[in-house]
Nanobody
């Protein structure tokens, strides 16, 4: 089992930056693909970014390309999402996810509880 705990959410103004972190425990995630999703009130969960186990490949939601960067530190068993130039529409609960096989935009085996990002104008 892998437990994921997100942190770093908060209230920021549009244009600000925020860095989300995902700490894994239970086992090493060095061979797991990692991803971030988000869900705004009244909306479906949305894929944001993913990174392969070795960090060599990444994938992003089109609307966050150039603003968000996903990264990982296998030695620390963590993954991160650097979010720059935040927009009002980026406000949501952000979830970290991990999977030993899938590197995609939908199904991941393990999920965190989420961290809230609020963006004000």
């Amino acid at each position: 089992q892998v437990q994921l705990v997100e942190s770093g959410g908060g209230l920021v103004q549009a244009g600000d930056s925020l860095r989300l972190s995902c700490a894994a425990s239970g086992r090493s995630i060095s061979t797991y693909h990692m991803a971030w999703f988000r869900q705004a009130p009244g909306k479906e969960r949305e894929f944001v970014a993913a990174i392969t186990w070795n960090g060599l490949n990444t994938n992003y939601l089109e609307s966050v390309k150039g603003r968000f960067t996903i990264s990982r530190d296998n030695a620390k068993n963590t993954a991160s999402l650097q979010m720059n130039s935040l927009k009002l529409e980026d406000a949501a609960a952000y979830y970290c996810a991990a999977d030993p096989l899938r590197f995609g935009t939908r199904q991941y085996r393990y999920w965190g509880q989420g961290t809230q990002v609020t963006v004000s104008s």
